[in-house]
């Protein structure tokens, strides 16, 4: 009997100790790559890619100061997985931040744009999330923003 208890806390302690899970065995980089271009070809979009794999349309590229990537600036947005979900949405007046504070695809997006600019960041998970689930966005997920920048700050 002590055998069998010691069989179970040993497959415990294995189970509990493995390291993978299935997000960590999916490449995500090129499967987010394709759904993007995917999405981009779905939608006839004019997108630009960056060497990071960000994607991103400029719609409007604005007239204004065109924002670092440790500007504080002001951005009306609204995000949504590939499939047209909103997931988050500011007002019209926006919101405020750093951009060293946000998920590095807006670091970087949010810089192609200069005040009063309009356009669409599609993001990949290592650009955002990674892998990790987060407040609703699952782990891997393409983000899509359209943003406008209103103001740098």
Not at 29 to 56: C, F, H, M, P, W
Not at 71 to 96: H, P, R
Request: proline fraction near 3%.
């Amino acid at each position: 009997m002590k055998y069998f208890f010691l069989t179970v806390i040993c497959t415990i302690i294995l189970g509990c100790n493995s390291t993978e899970s299935e997000n960590d065995s999916i490449d995500y980089k090129v499967k987010n790559e394709q759904e993007i271009t995917a999405y981009i070809n779905a939608k006839n979009l004019d997108a630009q890619r960056s060497d990071s794999g960000l994607y991103y349309v400029i719609n409007s590229e604005g007239s204004g100061e065109q924002p670092n990537p440790s500007s504080n600036v002001t951005v009306a947005y609204k995000g949504t997985f590939l499939n047209g979900t909103v997931f988050d949405e500011s007002t019209s007046n926006g919101i405020s931040f750093n951009l060293n504070q946000v998920i590095k695809g807006w670091t970087e997006g949010i810089t192609y744009f200069k005040e009063g600019g309009s356009g669409l960041l599609l993001v990949p998970a290592h650009l955002a999330y990674g892998t990790n689930n987060y407040r609703g966005i699952p782990g891997g997920s393409v983000l899509i923003f359209e943003i406008t920048l209103i103001s740098v700050n």
